[in-house]
C-alpha cells in the first residue's frame, strides 16, 4: 500500500547529509511510498537531485521565534494539510516542527525525537534523545523510521546524488587549482574543535 510521507530536515547541510540514508531505505522497503522532505535554503542542494526524494518545500526561516518565521510555518502547515500525508516524520526534534508540521496539518501518525521540548503531546510516536548520547546521528535517524514504518533499515552511509554537471564542476576546479595529491577534510559542524582540525592539517601538510 503507498504512504505519502514527510520527512523533515530544515535546518543545516551536515544534518540533512546524516539523512540522506533515510530517503534511501524508505525508498527500498516501501518502493511505492511517496517521499516528501521540507528542508532549508541552505541544505536544499544536498537533496535537489537526490532519486529517493518525489516532493520538495523549502523553508527559509532560520530564526524561529520572530514573526515572519511564525507566519511561514503557518503557510507551510496549510500547504502539507491539503497533500493529506499518512506519517510525518520529524528528524529534528523541533517544537516548531512537531507543532505547525505535524500536529497542524492534522497528519495521521506524527513522529520524531523528544527531549529538550516538550513535543510529544504533538506526537502519535516519539523516541527520547537520552537514549542515544553514544549513537551516531545517522542511525538515530533509522531507529526512527524503524519504529515509525516497521522496517529494519541497517545502511547509515550518506549519499549526495549528483550528475555530469555537478562531476565536471569539480573536476574543473581540481584542474584549476592545480591539484594533484590532495585530500579533504570536513570539520563538524557546532561541535567541531577547530584547533584540533588546524593541528591535523598542519600535520598532515608536513
Known amino acids: 500500500k503507498m504512504k505519502k510521507i514527510l520527512i523533515i530536515r530544515n535546518d543545516k547541510v551536515g544534518d540533512m547529509i546524516l539523512a540522506t540514508p533515510v530517503f534511501r531505505e524508505i525508498k527500498k522497503a516501501l518502493p511505492e511510498s511517496q517521499i516528501t522532505v521540507v528542508c532549508s535554503k541552505a541544505n536544499l542542494p544536498i537533496i535537489e537531485k537526490n532519486k529517493n526524494v518525489d516532493k520538495i518545500i523549502v523553508m527559509s526561516s532560520q530564526i524561529q521565534k520572530n514573526l515572519k518565521s511564525i507566519l511561514e510555518y503557518y503557510s507551510v502547515s496549510k500547504k502539507i494539510k ?64 524503524n519504529l515509525t514504518l516497521n522496517i529494519s533499515a541497517k545502511n547509515n552511509f550518506p549519499e549526495i546524488h549528483i550528475d555530469k554537471y555537478d562531476e565536471n564542476l569539480a573536476k574543473k576546479f581540481i584542474e584549476e587549482s592545480n591539484l594533484k595529491n590532495f585530500m579533504c577534510i570536513s570539520p563538524g559542524g557546532n561541535y567541531g574543535k577547530w584547533k584540533y582540525y588546524d593541528f591535523l592539517i598542519k600535520y598532515l601538510s608536513e
Not at 525525537?113 to 546521528?137: A, E, G, M, P, R
Open 82 to 145: 491539503r497533500e493529506h500525508f499518512d506519517i510525518g516524520i520529524d528528524l529534528r526534534g523541533s517544537k516548531m516542527n512537531a507543532y505547525f508540521l505535524l500536529y497542524l496539518s492534522k497528519i495521521k501518525e506524527r513522529i520524531s525525537f523528544t527531549n529538550y521540548h516538550n513535543t510529544s503531546k504533538f506526537l502519535t510516536k516519539s523516541i527520547k534523545f537520552k537514549y542515544y548520547y553514544n549513537k551516531h546521528s545517522s542511525l538515530q535517524n533509522l531507529d526512527l523510521i
